[in-house]
Nanobody
Framework: QLQLVESGGGLVQAGGSLRLSCAASGGTFSSYPVGWFRQAPGKDRELVAAISWNVDNTYYPESVKGRFTISRDNAKNLVYLQMNSLKPEDTAVYYC????????????????????WGQGTQVTVSS
């Protein structure tokens, strides 16, 4: 059973940066597509970045494109989310997720497409 643990959240001023990490154990992490999601109070969980198992493909919604970068180090079982130019509306709990079944080098964008989830890390951006 794959287990995921996020770290790196915290409080940052608007315009600042944070790098989140997702550490995996209990499986061959290099074979899993991975996504980063966030959930603000009262809102649905939404995708902020996704990466294919082989790093060939990434996806970002317009809300974070150009500011967030997802990357992975399969040798270390780690996935990162570099967040720059942070805004107060980026405040949320951030989760990493991994999917069992991969098709080619696709990325996956919906919560139901992921099988494993971490517990989340809080990111708070002050204005």
């Amino acid at each position: 059973q794959l287990q995921l643990v996020e770290s790196g959240g915290g409080l940052v001023q608007a315009g600042g940066s944070l790098r989140l990490s997702c550490a995996a154990s209990g499986g061959t992490f290099s074979s899993y597509p991975v996504g980063w999601f966030r959930q603000a109070p009262g809102k649905d969980r939404e995708l902020v970045a996704a990466i294919s198992w082989n790093v060939d493909n990434t996806y970002y919604p317009e809300s974070v494109k150009g500011r967030f970068t997802i990357s992975r180090d399969n040798a270390k079982n780690l996935v990162y989310l570099q967040m720059n130019s942070l805004k107060p509306e980026d405040t949320a709990v951030y989760y990493c997720a991994a999917r069992d079944l991969r098709i080619g080098d696709l990325t996956y964008h919906a919560t139901y497409e992921y099988d494993y989830w971490g517990q989340g890390t809080q990111v708070t951006v002050s204005s």
